[in-house]
């Protein structure tokens, strides 16, 4: 094996050690899915045993409260990690106010604050809530720390998303 794949497999490990196991509220019943940013594969992001997925809350109105729910979906021989601490830290901007109660901040969402739903064997979803502060276009970046794993390692990926949002 090569240097990388015993990290890899190393952290696997440590992603099964850590995190524990909470129900989370479920995404909002009223949702549209939103077209691919800028990932090639056709999904906001993707990974060699992994895709996800955007959809922003109907209706969104500039200052009120909002949501989108990033869709993690394991392909293949991989299933979602239940054991990982799930969390998305998006980029702090003038237009949006996060509603994360993560300890770490207001632009944090995670499975520890409840903000991680396990769907099913092979998805969860992380529910990000937020007040656009004006009308109009804007976007929520962030970084979306993720395992999921196969019979024979984890993988923890960090892939950076931009989620387009628009406000009326």
Not at 64 to 75: D, E, F, G, H
Not at 78 to 85: K, S, T, V
Request: hydrophobic share 45%; with cysteine.
């Amino acid at each position: 094996m090569t240097g990388n794949r015993w990290v890899v497999l190393g952290l696997g490990a440590l992603a099964l050690a850590c995190g524990r196991s909470e129900a989370a509220p479920g995404v909002a019943a009223h949702a549209t899915a939103l077209p691919a940013a800028s990932a090639a594969c056709g999904h906001l992001a993707c990974g060699e045993s992994y895709f996800v997925d955007a959809a922003v809350q109907e209706g969104c109105l500039a200052a009120a409260r909002c949501q989108v729910a990033l869709k993690l979906v394991a392909t293949g021989a991989f299933h979602i990690n239940a054991q990982y601490p799930y969390r998305f830290r998006a980029e702090a901007t003038p237009v949006l106010e996060f509603l994360g109660t993560d300890p770490a901040g207001n632009t944090v969402f995670s499975k520890s604050s409840g903000d991680w739903a396990e769907g099913d064997a092979k998805s969860g979803v992380i529910t990000v809530r937020f007040t656009p502060k004006v009308r109009g276009s804007s976007t929520i970046s962030g970084i979306f720390k993720l395992s999921v794993c196969s019979e024979q390692n984890c993988l923890i990926e960090q892939p950076e998303l931009h989620v387009p949002i628009n406000a009326s």
